[in-house]
């Protein structure tokens, strides 16, 4: 499990009750839960703790836009889920 601090992880600003957001870097749409399955979307190599909208479209891996870096993430999670 990745260990995360108290710090959005795109700015770095200290995160609060009031601001911590949980971003999915793959969506977790219909289609890509139907897809990936729950244990790749939900993974938490797959999740980034963040401080606002903002960071948390910056961490955005969308297949679509990003195909090349989705898959990478996914290997990457299914390896670990080995």
């Known amino acids: 499990m990745i260990q995360r601090g108290c710090r959005c992880e ?6 609060t009750t009031s601001n911590l957001q949980l971003a ?3 969506p977790a749409t ?3 839960l139907k897809r990936y399955g729950k ?8 999740l980034a703790t963040v401080c606002s909208l903002k960071c948390n479209d910056a961490v ?3 297949p679509k ?3 090349m870096e989705a898959e990478e993430l996914i290997r990457r999670i ?4 080995r």
Do not use: A, F, Q
């Open 10 to 15: 795109v700015c770095g600003i200290p995160l």
């Open 24 to 26: 999915h870097r793959i």
């Open 30 to 32: 219909k289609g890509y």
């Open 39 to 46: 244990g790749v979307i939900h993974h938490s190599l797959n």
């Open 60 to 62: 955005l891996l969308d």
């Open 65 to 67: 836009t990003h195909p």
């Open 78 to 81: 299914k390896n670990e889920s």
